[in-house]
């Protein structure tokens, strides 16, 4: 389980994962804020369609890949929360079905 | 100069980036500092202006020495660009980055490549689970946001595990296990270097002081184990190793993996610069002159992007390219090059002659460099596994370029940085030749996603 042990937390503001607001503060990166709240589970892969999360923080991976505001592939460890924010759980898209 | 030119520009801004970026500052040179990240500090002093007012006295001294860095490079005169992504770096030394979705274009008259280092990739069985993160992660999550992980178990080798473990204890943390895959054989390896390494022995001294601290503490410490891999259906639901041939089971839901770091070389690589295979660090290293000077005319390398030196030596490098850098300007002479150039030079040599035992006591065992379960995802992205990588080396595959072709490894959106090491030693192996014959990934532009909206939004004028 991730927690904060910061003395000085900074002001919370509301964020949405997969329609369910999380208070979160404000200073935080996506990827720590839902780690956070006890959300690992960020993405689909696109091949094996297995379960994937964050795994270097740094923007180095890719693994945190995640859709913030109907925008896929966004490194959620390298973007700040901001209040009103909706993220979701990025899933693997069949493209050929798309086009049918 | 117009306004997008500079005489010198810094990719980075960690302890080799700020060095030279307010060294050259002083000098009265035009300076622009690109970070990814919201800070300056790089890895090392991540967030270490926050901390000052959080009070975190665990995250101790070697840490906190970053501070005055920091504030000497804050109180300079430095155009800093923070959140920047560098995607592009011609050989005509034009750099192409975004903030905030804005494509960018600048030109240096001199670039210094500072991007440091990253975590070496470790492939082992479950390495992709939900819950195994690196041991870099936890140090970021502990210092940029003060978040920490109870009962995790830490898998790996060299002085970041014993460092974070540390910090981890000392702010109260429970540590479910720490499995430590030093090979014994490094202990002996590393003992003839031991005098060279006696300039720095505060350092050695205090990496032992870490570990003896773990160990006091009572958490459980795994050592002399000859395999490793992780359980779990999407996310992890335990550790097994192997000691003295018998497996064993912990039960865990987050694991921090580590097994050393090494340079961040795709930026250097793009831009054409030359590089060879460091075999006492397992890793490729990119080829500098010894005042970082890259084989390519203008682009210098300064700290672990270069090679793995660690925080003060890239502190040192970073000065002694700035200085050599105003020197190819004409802004300082020769002479006064060799001058200033003293004092670092003298820091730097104490600090690598630590690195041969450093080097030797750390080298990761080739089984997790390389390893031997066929099932292990190599590439995460293009969730290529040994096996497959095996198949396209028996049906003729020859080198990393061509692997691409036969599998997609190594062409997802990290673009090799976690799995190019791996498979560089993987057909070394496979092939029975080096590394060094077998290569890297052709590294192209650009070297971090871009969107078409980006591109388009360059201004070039």
Redesign the interface.
Known sequence: ????????QSELITIYFEGKALRV?K???VA?AL??AGI??FRE????N??????????????C?INIDGMD?QQSC?V?VSDGMKINRQITRNTSQDEQ | MSNNEYDIIIIGSGPAGISAATLADHHKARVLVLD?N?APGG?LYRAIEKNQ????EWLGQSYQDGLPLVEAFRESHVNYQR?AKVWHLSNDKVVHYSVNGKAHAAKGRQILIATGA??RPFPIPGW???????A??AQ??LK????????AVFVGTGPLLYLIAHQYIS?G?AIKAIIDTTPRGNYLRAIKYVFGALGSIKNILQGWRWKREIIRSGTLYIYNISDVKINGV??VVSVEYCQKGKWKNIDC?YVFLHQGITP?INTSLSAGCNKSWNERQACWTIDIDQYGQSSVKGISIAGDASSIAGGVAAAQRGSIAALNMLCNIDIISSNNREVFSKPFKRKLNAEMAARPFIDTLFRPHSRYRVPTSSNTIIC????VTLAQIQESIALGCKGPSQLKSFTRCGM???QG??CGLSVSEILAKELRVSAKQIGYYKIRPPIK?VTLGELASLDEA
């Open positions: 389980m991730f927690r904060s042990i910061n003395n000085n503060q200073d935080l990166n720590t780690l956070e690992s589970n892969t696109t091949i094996k297995e379960n994937r999360g964050p795994y270097c923080m740094m923007g180095v991976c890719f693994d890949l592939n390298m700040k | 990814e919201c890895q007012k959080n009070d975190n959140s990253q975590e992709t689970l939900n819950g195994v993160m690196s870099g992660a970021i999550l940029e946001s003060g978040v920490v992980c109870e009962n702010a943390i999407n996310s839901k961040e995460r992205c293009e969730e997802g959106p990290c940085r976690l996603p």
